[in-house]
């Protein structure tokens, strides 16, 4: 995970670049050279295989693009792309499970599964089980829990993403990590 600082000199320089016609490309391109790697392991975080990694980035930035002109400025510029992959994450979530027409049971064990035999993951006991219990969580849990835990983000900027009070996002990330605990200590081998 990468956990680099945010730099708003850096948006405010992308975001200055993006309102001219003549200089939006290269500001398009510094908004990908410096969220790129950041944003590939935020999407990581979630989904867990490579592919579907990146295909999820690629289309993450396919949305910043065209959603680029309706982007005001508001709210921090990672912020609001942060969003939209976490988004395009879910949504693409949602699709394959969809598509896939195994049991839940089935769907659970095939995470498991894929987490084992992919080649970018260690295979220590403990990680295992934790991201096991992270797909066992409710939608809400999860997300907050990946982002607090994984991004280390602050309350009040999860709260700015999603929407929530602070109190309800605390409670969100408590119940996760009991769940989580428990998880875990029921599976210890």
């Known amino acids: 995970m990468v956990n680099a600082t945010h730099n708003p000199d850096t948006d405010k320089k992308i975001f200055a670049l993006l309102q001219d016609s003549q200089t939006y490309e290269r500001g398009f391109g510094l908004l990908i050279q410096t969220y790129q790697e950041r944003l590939y392991w935020q999407i990581n975080t979630i989904l867990k295989q490579h592919d579907d990694t990146d295909e999820v980035l690629q289309q993450t930035?396919?949305?910043i693009y065209k959603g680029l002109a309706t982007y005001r400025g508001d709210a921090q510029l990672y912020t609001w792309i942060y969003r939209i992959a976490t988004n395009a994450c879910f949504s693409f979530l949602k699709k394959k499970k969809r598509q896939q027409t195994?049991?839940?049971?089935?769907t659970e064990n095939g995470i498991a599964h894929q987490l084992t035999s992919s080649s970018y993951f260690d295979g220590?006991?403990?990680?295992?089980?934790?991201?096991?219990?992270?797909?066992?969580?409710p939608q809400k849990q999860k997300e907050v829990f990946l982002m607090r835990y994984y991004d280390e983000m602050p309350y009040q900027q999860i709260s700015d993403q999603l929407g929530t009070s602070v109190g309800g996002l605390k409670a969100s990330y408590h119940h996760a990590v009991k769940k989580i605990e428990h998880f875990v200590k029921e599976n210890m081998s």
């Open 124 to 137: 220590q006991e403990a990680e295992l089980l934790l991201h096991q219990a992270i797909q066992t969580l």
């Open 61 to 63: 930035f396919i949305k």
């Open 102 to 106: 195994l049991a839940l049971d089935d």
